[in-house]
């Protein structure tokens, strides 16, 4: 099975812990899609027709779905898998898709956006890209500032 990967699970180290027989196909798009972190603190995407998502794309073995499923709290709610077509290269790939279940946007937990946004740089997407997901760490910023939820 292909996972499209857009937040934590874009990082090599974390993949080899809770997936670790996924193999990394590259980056890959989810068109029709916004990246957001949600009011849990955590990366999802919301359909958006004007944006797209970076990421990448994993082939997971059944394993690895299982351990994924248990590391992104698919038993107690905090997301849900979906099918999503993704892009990749020239082509168009039904792939797993990790979605929150709160589509409240909030601020970045310490340090979850910092793995993320490692990641992003490690697979060179797109500077542009790479700068809207650091404005979610300003959101952090700003709420520990004011003593909320940004």
Request: charged residues 25%.
């Amino acid at each position: 099975m292909l996972h499209f990967a857009y937040g934590s699970n874009m990082n090599h180290k974390l993949m080899r812990t809770n997936a670790p027989q996924a193999r990394a196909l590259g980056i890959a798009r989810l068109p029709g899609f916004r990246f957001i972190i949600t009011r849990d603190g955590y990366a999802s995407v919301l359909q958006d027709s004007s944006s797209q998502v970076h990421g990448v794309l994993w082939r997971l073995t059944p394993h690895d779905l299982r351990t994924l499923d248990a590391y992104e709290s698919v038993e107690t709610g905090l997301y849900r898998r979906a099918l999503l077509l993704v892009c990749r290269e020239n082509s168009r790939e039904p792939a797993l898709v990790y979605l929150a279940r709160s589509s409240a946007t909030g601020a970045p937990r310490p340090g979850y956006l910092d793995a993320v946004l490692q990641a992003a740089c490690e697979w060179e997407l797109p500077d542009a890209y790479i700068d809207s997901l650091r404005r979610w760490g300003r959101r952090r910023a700003r709420a520990v500032e004011t003593g909320g939820v940004a």
